[in-house]
């Protein structure tokens, strides 16, 4: 199974408003990265792209 590599906003148009590598939270652990994401996606009303290693992705917000 791959495992994620960044999250990715858009907002509601599908405009890219944003990435959150999870790079920053092996540097800091103090740093959550989804929570980061999901933040900025409710800021703008978009949502979250997990990126996998293997380069697939999977929307994780919202979740309906």
Do not use: H
């Not at 509601?12 to 103090?30: A, V």
């Not at 959550?32 to 994780?60: H, P, R, T, W, Y």
């Amino acid at each position: 199974m791959s495992e994620v590599v960044k999250y990715e906003v858009y907002n509601r148009k599908g405009d890219w408003m944003g990435g959150y590598s999870i790079e920053l939270e092996k540097t800091n652990p103090k740093i959550n990265c989804l929570d980061m994401a999901k933040q900025n996606a409710f800021q703008c009303n978009g949502k979250v792209v997990a990126i996998f290693s293997d380069g697939s992705e999977k929307k994780v917000y919202p979740e309906k």
